[in-house]
């Protein structure tokens, strides 16, 4: 065989080799809500939801980095880069990426959470070649100038400096940093203004580089799309940016492993000079994978996820203490938090953490009712669905779950799981979570006989 023909043999098998994989994930009906995916050469994932029946599509790239990837000297550096993949590529400006989608009358954004980032645009249907066009420049072929780092440097400091103003966030952090430590998950997505003032254009360079590859990224689109043209326009895109160069390539599989969180009784007072004190009070919750989630998504609602709910019925509705109370869950890979936040007059934080500490320990040895769980159960189902009423949560659904979860779950199978749950799956979940001894994270101006008195909410 002449050399011509082993390189066309080999060609020829790499190109075997490069084939792309497509799946249907979801079966829509008259195919309303069909799930696809396709898995290129290069590692790459590109998941849509089909809705002929709305005229625009939200298209977005997700990244398989978030602030848990971050040592503490590059703390922040997630959201910093996500910042500057809108500064510039080797094709558009700042002006010119901006500038596209308003044309379009669409909407860019981007988020930076603790295990993953996130780029959309949501557009006409028409206008889909041109988001998808402008999002994958700038994910595959920003300059990252330095430059352009240290212009970007003093809108970081000043989203700080905002957030910092807000003591109603700032809490949640300190909440983190309770239960978690100095550790990725327990130190603040924007980073501070040490480590941000601290981080180079070669570090963050680096960063993206290592984080941003084909194989660490899902690509998700939902609305008035078609499936192959948006595998067809996104190849396109990546190969003019050289991205899927790597035929063998396989995606990353998500994140896995258990982490113990084992505080207790811990507690954080930021004393600032504010009209209200903002508490919470939680501890260690189940990770996003564990099958009793959804008894804990039931748990949650009945506790403090509406106006009928047991904490604004005893704090608000009755005693007039407080004018936000509420509960929540954060679900990570290998871990989660459960956490009750209250915002308050000073002078009532202590009748609003020992409310909030009886009906824990209440609905711990006592459990609920089952006319609170049954309301709970179709409270739940009722905005699980309410809130999938647009495109952009359809592109987040089906994004997140093939990034976190690798698979796609329909909305039947969904609300089926939240309808199977029972009273004695909540009780049982509800004895093991709030039956541990919390942790508390307080932020106000609080005197010293206050401040002293604190331990008693986890004690």
Known sequence: MTSRNLRATARTSSEARAVARTQTLLKGKDGIGTVRRTTLPGGLRI????????????????????????????????????????????????????????????????????????YYARVLDTDLPLAIDVVCDMLTGSLITEEDVDAERGVILEEIAMTEDDPGDVVHDLFAKTMFGDTPLGRPVLGTVDTINDLTRDRIARFYKKHYDPTHLVVAAAGNIDHATVVRLVRRAFDKAGALTRTDAVPVAPRDGARAIRTAGRVELLNRRTEQAHVVLGMPGYARTDDRRWALGVLNTALGGGMSSRLFQEVREKRGLAYSVYSYTSGFADCGLFG???????????????????????????????????RAIGQLKGSTVLGLEDTGALMNRIGKSELCWGDQMSVDDLLAHIAAVTPDDVRQVAGELLGQRPSLAVIGPLKDKQADRLDEAVS
Not at 66 to 95: C, I, M, Q, V, W
Not at 107 to 112: K, S
Not at 341 to 359: F, K, M, N, T
Not at 361 to 374: F, H, K, N, P
Request: charged share 25%; proline share 3%.
């Open 47 to 118: 998941v849509t939801e089909t809705l002929p029946s709305v005229r625009s599509a939200t298209f977005g790239i997700w990244a398989h980095v978030g602030s848990r990837d971050e040592t503490p000297a590059l703390n922040g550096a997630t959201h910093y880069l996500e910042h500057l993949l809108f500064k510039g590529t080797r094709r558009r400006s700042a002006l010119d990426i901006s500038a596209a989608v308003d044309a379009v009358g669409g909407e860019m954004n981007a988020f930076t959470a603790k295990e993953y980032t996130c």
């Open 340 to 374: 009750v936040y209250a915002g308050c007059r000073p002078s009532q934080v202590h009748d609003v953490l020992r409310i909030c500490r009886d009906e824990l320990d209440r609905v711990a040895s006592e459990g609920l009712t089952d006319d609170e769980i049954a």
